[in-house]
């Protein structure tokens, strides 16, 4: 399984930017969620937002308002949308996935993308 991040990049604040992870080598094992999670340095890695596979959205506090997490089935890749971007926002994205293994669940990681915010 690889979850493969793109779209990262500097932006200023007040810029939108969009983030899109796909996963690909889950072959007919089901992903039952995937999510965002970010590092920023001296920080612990926040939660940023999760999906259901069937659609659920969950989002941390700092990001609620501003960021919209959806999934495309099809194509088993995740997108966050972020707006009104801060500089604390800066930071590591990772992707996860939650995959259904039918003897336990399988969780994993991305790469990371860096999303910088100039104020």
């Known amino acids: 399984v690889q979850l493969v991040e793109s779209g990262g990049g500097l932006v200023q604040a007040g810029d939108s930017l969009r983030l899109s992870c796909a996963a690909t080598?889950?072959?007919?094992?089901?992903?039952?969620?995937m999510g965002w999670y970010r590092q920023s340095p001296g920080k612990q890695r926040e939660l940023v937002a999760t999906?259901?596979?069937?659609?659920?959205?969950s989002y941390g506090e700092s990001v609620k308002g501003r960021f919209t997490v959806s999934r495309d089935r099809p194509t088993k890749t995740m997108f966050l949308q972020m707006s009104a971007l801060k500089p604390e926002d800066e930071g590591v994205y990772f992707c996860?996935?939650?995959?259904?293994?039918?003897?336990?669940?399988?969780?994993?990681w991305g790469q990371g993308t860096q999303v910088t915010v100039s104020s």
């Open positions: 080598g889950t072959g007919a094992v089901p992903i039952l969620s």
């Open positions: 996860t996935a939650r995959l259904d293994h039918n003897v336990g669940y399988g969780d994993y």
């Open positions: 999906i259901t596979w069937s659609g659920r959205p």
